[in-house]
């Protein structure tokens, strides 16, 4: 009895050691705006320029590869005829593929923007990826757009909610950007509770910001971030758009604006490392590399 005593103590132990090992590191490739188009230069944008760094990134991911490659959207710059030069580069990739649409994915002749989706291998406009402990909700930031196909009810959220920001001083309703609507919202806030029950470390992928400069941000991403804020599972917000990149801490979650790839001879893109303690970014060429430690515990109610 004696023994069988300490052999079940001992079987505890082990098991309490196993159950509490670290679980094993989930690695990313991200990219953004490669905007790529057979056209001459604009400025810093060098958009031929874009097939060989786009190369160099596919073959960069090949070599590890990781475990997923979300691209942030903006795959081309216009003209679907750039379709053809891209999607057979991304689809060289060894690892599995998500693709974030961008604003440019749809400046496109008007006739072929509902093939955009389609393109992209996307059967719903927003979903979830479930890679183990971590969850990827890919939102969709042309929700409401001037560029996207638009429902009657879309269009009518998209004009009352542009006339709101501006008559409100808030000038994030450009052209350019685009909004989550109500629908989208309410999908967020149920995976995000989903997520927070069953112990899930979610980041969100957007094509858009929710804070940068030059307003190049969500239409409404004050009331996104206000949804999100209080969901401890969140732990970052992936995003393109604004070129020049950016990052910063705001409540605990970490907003990470990777840096357009168009943008100068020099490439940009990164790997993701995620621990349960830390998001590693190794950023190549004008991308940076943070190290960025996970928020364990809810946020202090205000």
């Keep these: ?31 953004t705006d490669v905007q790529y188009c057979d056209c001459d230069a604009l400025g810093i944008r060098n958009y031929r320029l874009s097939a060989a760094k786009l190369d160099s990134c596919v073959a960069t991911f090949n070599a590890q590869p990781p475990d997923a490659v979300f691209c942030l959207g903006d ?12 999607l057979p580069r991304f689809r060289n990739l060894k690892a599995p593929f998500y693709p974030v649409p961008g604003n440019h994915d749809y400046m496109i002749r008007g006739a072929r923007k509902q093939e955009v ?8 406009s927003y979903y979830a990826v479930d890679l183990g402990g971590w969850l990827f909700l890919a939102l969709n930031g042309n929700d409401l757009s001037y560029f996207a196909p638009q429902s009657k009810a879309q269009k009518q959220e998209r004009n009352e909610m542009v006339s ?26 149920e995976q995000l509770s989903r997520a927070e029950e069953e112990g899930k470390k979610v980041i969100l992928l957007c094509h858009f910001p929710l804070v940068a400069p030059h307003n190049h941000t969500l239409f409404n991403n004050r ?16 995003c393109g758009h604004y070129h020049a990149g950016g990052y910063q801490e705001k409540d605990g979650i970490h907003l990470v604006n990777f840096h357009g790839m168009v943008d100068t001879p020099v490439n940009a893109f990164a790997t993701v490392t995620l ?16 190290n960025l430690p996970i928020r364990k515990t809810a946020p202090t109610a205000p």
């Design 164 to 189: 709101d920001l501006f008559s409100s001083l808030r000038f994030t309703g450009m052209a350019w950007n685009g909004g989550i609507g109500k629908a989208q919202a309410q999908w967020l806030k």
């Design 275 to 290: 621990t349960d303690d830390s998001i590693r970014i190794k950023g190549y060429g004008r991308e940076p590399s943070r």
């Design 1 to 31: 009895m004696k023994n069988r005593g300490l052999f079940s103590v001992w079987f505890a132990v082990l098991w309490i050691g196993v159950w509490a090992q670290p679980s094993k590191p989930l690695v990313l490739g991200i990219l």
């Design 117 to 124: 989706p389609g393109l992209l291998g996307l059967q719903n």
């Design 75 to 86: 795959m081309i710059d216009h003209r679907y005829e750039s379709y053809d030069s891209v």
């Design 223 to 238: 009331e996104i971030f206000a949804l999100i804020q209080p969901y401890s599972c969140v732990k970052a917000w992936f």
